[in-house]
């Protein structure tokens, strides 16, 4: 099995007045490795630098605080929220400012052999068309570093730069 990332698809709600209306991102994920190591990535402070963002505070419950600091943006791009979903090895999901609710949903794949992993992923958060392009962009261009740091290539974040996620913007944007 070869990893896969789905084209993301959007949909939006109408004005909720708080900035835009609400964005509703889904992306599907076939990663060829076990719902353990795909958990590890998605849902500890020692996966999430590899591929999305530092966690600096990290509390891995239901209601826990967390801070994540996207490695590709500076001080600025530090954003604190909470754990509204908790269910280990199956469903890991943040509410941060920015962002909003981030959610990540893991089955197995192969139930015989355990050696694949489908996510399931949702983002949800108030914002313009502008903004719902970035984050499909965003989100596409992470879940390319999650597939490498899966497997065992880690991403650099010296070697980031705007290009790729340019380039995925521009095909979001095409009808």
Known sequence: MTAMIGQGTSRTEGSTGTGGPT??????????????????????????PGWLAAADVFEPRLGGAVVLRWLNGGESATHAGHITAWDPERVAEYTIDLHGRCRFHLETTDGKTGTGTTVRFTNEFDGD??????????????????VDALDGRPKDWSTWSLDRWQELRDAYRKP
């Open 23 to 48: 964005q509703h991102l889904h992306y599907e994920l076939h990663l060829p490795h076990p719902v353990e190591k795909v958990w590890a990535a998605v849902a500890t402070p020692e996966g999430l």
């Open 129 to 146: 068309d502008e903004l719902r392009l970035d984050c499909l962009a965003g989100w596409h261009n992470h879940f390319e570093f999650l």
